[in-house]
């Protein structure tokens, strides 16, 4: 089974900062997703990898096969970026079919 | 172009009643996934669902629980007989092929008073 880590739990940080987002995990995967969750809200996938680095707009992933980690960046952080911030693994192939979940990142970004 | 749809989105129930939580994939994907987050706590995987098919329920309670996704119509979640511990937040998510990004809906809150 695995076990997904974040880091921190909770990020306090001012409006422009720049922030990162640790995921580590325990077992080989075929591919892992970043997700965003607002209070109360519904969840929207920010970003699917398996191997290297994505970019869209202010928000950066990459993720280190060998080394079982991904980090999350944001870049120009703003207050509406304020959310908890989810790392998932998908097994491989053969394996469990569902995600496995981090306990998520809650940020506050204030203005 | 509508993505994930749930309904409803909030639900209400008295213990022993029968919940029951829909689930319409994004068009042209016949993969369905249940996620339950609790309270105070993580996501965790309940069943993946083909068309007509049950692939995966390896994180469904054994009891009282039970999901279809039939040939017509969205996927369901059936609850039967709740407890105040099936309070809970309840997502469903979408993909087109078995290991292609998952797209989430909003969810539904379940409420067992």
């Known amino acids: 089974k695995n076990e997904v880590e974040q880091s921190p739990q909770n990020l306090t940080a001012q409006e422009g900062e720049f922030i990162t987002i640790n995921c580590s995990y325990s077992?080989?995967?075929?591919?892992l997703h970043w997700l965003q969750q607002h209070p109360g809200g519904g969840i929207v996938s920010l970003f699917m990898?398996?191997?290297g680095k994505k970019k869209h707009g202010r928000l950066i992933a990459t993720i280190n096969i060998q080394e079982k980690h991904s980090s999350l960046h944001i870049t120009a952080s703003h207050p509406r970026d304020s959310a908890v911030y989810i790392c998932a693994v998908r097994s491989p192939r053969g394996g469990a079919d569902g995600l496995t979940f981090g306990k998520g990142t809650h940020l506050i970004i204030q203005p | 172009n509508a993505g994930v749809m749930q309904n409803p989105r909030h639900l209400v129930r008295r213990r022993g009643q029968e919940a029951r939580l829909r689930c319409s994939p994004m068009?042209?994907?016949?993969?369905v996934y249940w996620y339950r987050q609790l309270p105070e706590e993580g996501l965790k995987f309940m069943v993946y669902l083909q068309k007509e098919n049950i692939i995966d329920e390896s994180g469904m309670p054994k009891e009282r629980f039970s999901a279809e996704f039939p040939k017509e119509g969205p996927s369901i979640l059936r609850i039967q007989q709740v407890v105040r511990g099936d309070s809970a937040a309840y997502f469903c998510?979408?993909?087109?092929?078995?290991?292609?990004?998952?797209?989430f809906g909003p969810g539904t809150r379940l409420t067992v008073t």
């Open positions: 998510a979408s993909s087109g092929q078995r290991e292609a990004e998952q797209y």
């Open positions: 077992v080989g995967i075929s591919a």
């Open positions: 990898l398996s191997s």
């Open positions: 068009k042209g994907h016949s993969h």
